[in-house]
């Protein structure tokens, strides 16, 4: 069974910059593409960022495009969220989530995505 673990959240000033990391275990994740989501309060869980396990092609939402990368480290069953310029609007509980490919599309709404891990704070002061 697939299991993710989030860490890396905290709290940081308006500009600066966080690393978050999911560590993936419970699996094969060749066939899998990894995400990341975040919901604030009172807001729905939006998409941030995804990639593909096997070649890493990446995918941004609008709101983090330029701002934020998304990356893989095959070897120890991880992937990271480099955030940077962060924004207060940006603060939310961040979650990691895989989602096993069926083709090439990688859909970007909360409700494909099967496995969730238990999501990290990220909180950004002006």
């Known amino acids: 069974q697939v299991q993710l673990v989030e860490s890396g959240g905290g709290l940081v000033q308006a500009g600066g910059s966080l690393r978050l990391s999911c560590a993936a275990s419970g699996g094969s994740f060749s066939s899998y593409a990894m995400g990341w989501f975040r919901q604030a309060p009172g807001k729905e869980r939006e998409f941030v960022a995804t990639?593909?396990?096997?070649?890493?092609?990446?995918y941004y939402g609008d709101s983090v495009k330029g701002r934020c990368t998304i990356s893989r480290d095959n070897a120890k069953n991880t992937v990271y969220l480099q955030m940077n310029s962060l924004k207060p609007e940006d603060t939310a509980i961040y979650y990691c989530?895989?989602?096993?490919?069926?083709?090439?599309?990688?859909?970007?709404?909360?409700?494909?995505?099967?496995?969730w891990g238990q999501g990290t704070q990220v909180t950004v002061s002006s």
């Open positions: 989530a895989a989602h096993r490919l069926r083709g090439l599309v990688v859909p970007t709404t909360p409700a494909s995505w099967g496995t």
């Open positions: 990639i593909t396990w096997s070649i890493g092609r990446t």
